[in-house]
């Protein structure tokens, strides 16, 4: 009741204040006759009664004052009031005005920007019902890095762990759909049955997988994503219990998953089915290669470190019951990771980078801002000091000036959350592939509030500094026209801000100038193949057209055959698997003992099931030995070729030529392939990590052929020109075979790099940001300076100092701030630079060469800033200079 | 505040600070009145010992009513002459009690304290 009548009488005092100055008035009226009428009643005149009456209440204006002042509507009607003549201080000065908006909205709105990306996956916790909870698990390899599990690990901890509520595992699945129309190839996974459990999540339309579905040999069928069911079924809701065509064979739908299910796992699958897989006693299956997910549910009250440790103890107590081969052991336990930082680990070094980036370019908007409103408080000592005098307390002129600059850095803001559009969706637009949650970076509701909270905690920063030394100027020196003489310490305050921006801006340049030269030697790195003119393409044969292997084998030999014919193709191969593109398959390997026997070793190697061309096609050279040929085909005794640093880790310096490897799908077998000859590393993971070890089979050789293949293909010219021509080659052959992740070789070079090129992007934009403001700064102190020093100048002049020594002054001092501030930016930078360290890449955090390009870069900036000012100084005439003062 | 009186000064009829809230409340529980009506009722009641300043009502009714104590009206009396008359609300009699109690608690504390000496 009482809080609704402060509400209403007070939005009526302030939409109605004449009115309700009225009524007051007319109380206070009634007021008085009616005390003049009782001192008439007393006995005296109408006149005397009148002047006692009035004594008794006073100064009716105060009073009035008094009841007008008492509510909380008086004090929006202060501010509303301090706006306008804020708005209008502003107005009066564009120059300044823009300048400073300009500013603030560059420093707000990249921190904005950067904010929205960084929110989803650092900040904000994962849309899942308790997702502290879900934790990741993954194996590492002997290095460290972590790699997906096999599923024999996930069979025998699922049994034997009681850390979690649930564990499920997933493994990638890439169904082709043929409905009607064109082929199309879907993104999905194969999951357990309880995959969407341990998320917390459940379809909206249909239900979840039953574990009866989840058995080998199960039934077909699908859940898709809320996105498929618009693309390609118009969003019928209408087809749980439908069957569609995947692969060829029939598939019923029972659940559609809910928009907005982050399956931060895999964020591109659009389609589920159940795993319907069990790791048995055979090690020679599928279950064993590490390539499954596995996610879990801590139980209630458990740490993920208590979970690690059991996991270790699990692995220390090997049972009968799950016996393990040598590339699973467990002995090293699992990797237990929050799904928050797993999800995050991919892209944290980059995004850290660009937060600190952009913090760096904020600090520098607002010193130069502040620096602004120093130099305009200077000029506008004359109007304080006649507000002060006309009654205005310190406090309000102190609030007065803070409104302005809050009103300054809210339009700013405003501007600002224009630019952090424009930044968002640059951010998106270059972000590296492996970015999660991207579809969850935009300017929302959280994030306009972190730009009103930014705006104003701005505004209120670089207001505090300049208003303060206003609100405490020595203000008669101010009415006498003295102000010229009377800043010389806020010259000296200025001077200081606009070194702290130069070393700001440096620490920027430098840490971009460490990424660049770090992007730079990374590219200068051969992969170990030549990408230029050579474009990929994944072929998939789907559907049961060519189930048998010999098939197969023929029909990618035919498209082959097809694709060599096409004008401009000068070489072309199949492979299993295409370096750089993401494309892993890892296999153990064993060597015979002394004994014949095999013998199981813990690497593991990556397999390309190759046709002969591929070597020459990618110009891998051969080191040793022969490459794959012709005569290595089914039937022929198995040849395999290896990469130079799988036969060092094998044979050290022996010949590694007619050797006997076996691989994880042979195991404990009688098949050995004979090595034949020894190629150089070519990198897979990226450019940065080292090559891993590989190995090369013949695709016929191996134990089955692939159906999914990709076909590198050199040209002699623009590679992408030749792509339509090349899937029209394939598809003579057969048309129903879907073609995708069509992409030249250079751009999956270009995209290993995708993190540091990222960080580097963001840097390069925030640091050319900096360097502009920090120009802005040294001009407007320099210029200021000059203006201050204009009758010392002029004296200067008189007495006879040329132009060029007025402008190498004036100059010097620009170079001289800039002197100051490289020295401390340097300083800065090589603390910075920590926080980059994981990004560098054969550059010392220390760089000569880039720390010179960036304190030459800025002396140049300053000398540029510093010459209009100089020019000025030097064109003073002494009479007008001294008559000024 | 004046924290000492010379016996040339004229005596202070400054209401006590807090109380004129309470004294308000107090006045209009015998009947609705206007602002003039109050001040003077204060005044007669308190035998002249405290002067209201009419300003400082204003605001204290403004405050009492939005805070729902009072009820606000304009009124025709006497002459065809209109008043802004204020009325005790039910929630104002509930704070006048406690205001009430409130002050004889810490008034009568006042008072041992002074008799205490003797």
Known sequence: MSIWRQLTHGLRALTHRAEADGRVDDELRDYVERATAAHVARGLTRDQASRAALLDVGNITVAREQVRTSGWEHAVETTVGDVRYALRRLRNSPGFTITAIATLALGIGASTAVFSAVNPILIEPLPFPHADRLVTLDDRNDAGVPMPVTLGTYDELRARSRAFDQLAAADKWQPTLADDGTPERLTGQRITANYFSVFGTVPFVGRGFTAAEDQPGGPHVVILSDGLLERRFAGDRSIIGRTIQLNGDPYVVVGVMPHGFANVVAPSAEIWTPMQERSNGDLNTRAWGHHYEMVGRLAASTTIQQATREVLDIGHAPTLAFARPSWAKLDRGLLVRSLQDSVASRVKPSLYAIVGAVLLLLAIAAVNVTNLLLARGARRQPEFAMRVALGAGGARLLRQLLTESVVLALCGGVLGLGVAAAGVHALVAASPPNLPRVDAIRVDGHVFLFALGLTTVVGLIVGLIPALGAARAELTAGLQGGSRRATGGHAAGRSALVVAEVALAIVLLVSAGLLFQSVRRLFSIAPGLDASHVVTMQVIEAGHGFDADPARLQFFQQALAAVQHVPGVTRAAFTSAVPLSGDMDGYGYALPSAAGQTQQTAGSALRFAVTPDYFATLRIPLLRGRLLDATDRPGAPPSVVINASMARALFKDANPIGQRIQFGGQLGTNRWEHVVGVVGDVKAYGLAADAPDAFYVADGQWEWVDNVQSIVVRTTGNAAALVPAIERAIWSVNANEPIQRVATMESYVVASAGQRRFALMALEAFAAAALLLAAIGLYGVISGSVTERIREIGIRTALGAQPADIVRGVVGRGLALTGAGAALGLAGAFIASRLLESMLFRVSRIDPLTDAAVVLLLAGVAVLAAWAPARRAAGVDPTIALRAE | ?118
């Open chain 2, 1 to 118: 505040m004046r924290s000492m009186s010379h016996s040339m000064d004229p005596p202070n009829t400054d209401v006590i600070q807090g109380t004129l809230d309470l004294l308000i409340l107090k006045t209009l529980s015998l009947g609705p009145l206007h602002g003039f009506g109050i001040a003077r009722r204060i005044e007669q009641i308190s035998r002249d010992v405290f002067k209201v300043n009419p300003g400082s009502l204003l605001v204290a009714l403004q405050r009492l009513e939005r805070a729902g104590w009072l009820d606000a009206a304009w009124r025709e009396t006497e002459n065809a002459r209109r008043a802004k008359f204020y009325t005790l609300t039910r929630a104002g009699r509930k704070q006048l009690d406690l205001e009430t109690a409130d002050w004889k608690r810490r008034s009568a504390a006042v008072a041992r304290l002074l008799n205490a000496e003797g």
